[in-house]
């Protein structure tokens, strides 16, 4: 720093010029981010070893669980059998026993698909593009006869906003969202679900709001968990995980969902996405899941 240097009848003597040794300090600067990179480096380390065991785990449990299926298909297949082929031998009580055990062999068969589906929402890396809602309501409501007069009533709003997302992952989480709201009506109401978008700043909200059984507040925060479930098998069948694959799906799309309800007049779902505004990529459609695989 310079600076000048008057006499007391403020005549101009000299220029002072003042220096500050800084070498300790460039030093410690130097020290700090030479830290913050050898720790910045042991993060990113970490993490990715921590992505692949998961990794790893995750294609451990599904090989594990693909391979229970075919065990599972020749106990059902033998059973079935027994029931055919050896029916005069076999008493009622016999015949009951069997049919529990084919009832059994089948919700199994139906938990290892959900298991399976679950899993492979989570090995995909979504390339997110311009998603028209209407197609896939269209579509889903088309190939499936429960979404369908005279079963239910299922309406859209009309245009809907397009958002970014994945064809195959967002159609699994409607389709899922619409099966619950036709799934859990009152015994001999005919569901109506409905189904519209609204602009979220630069997201869009995506509403699904059926006119069901509702949900107790009190379990609005755990239905989006594996294998939570409200009800028993026989009064309303299910696995448990269609809400955790829409979860999973919607987080792999970078997106958050949610839920409001009242019981006995209906839920509302809601997924919220990044708007879009881009132009539909031409790419091929990408097959849509089975739902069995
Ligand atoms: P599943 O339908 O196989 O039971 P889900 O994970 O899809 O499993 O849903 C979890 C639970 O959340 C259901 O068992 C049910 O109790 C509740 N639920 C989900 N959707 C609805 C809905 N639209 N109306 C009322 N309850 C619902």
Redesign the pocket.
Known sequence: MVRPLYSREKNLLGLLKIGRDITERKQMEEELKEARENLERLVENRTAKLQESVQQMEQFTYSLVHDLRAPLRSMCSFAQLIQTEYAEKVDGKGKEYLARIERSAERMDALIRDVLSYSRTGQITPKLEKVDIESVLAQLVGEDRAFQEPAATIVWEKPMLPVEGHVALLTQVIR??L???V??APKGKVPKVQIWTEPKGSEVRIWCE?N????EAQ?LGK??GMF????SEFE?P???????IVRKAVERMGGTMGVE?EVSK??R?WIQLKASSREPSNERRPELWKSTV
């Open positions: 899922n969202l099966s619950n709201a799934k859990f059926d069901g059984i509702g949900i379990y239905i989006f939570e479930r409200l009800h309303y299910g696995t448990g995980i269609g809400l955790a309800s209906g839920s779902f």
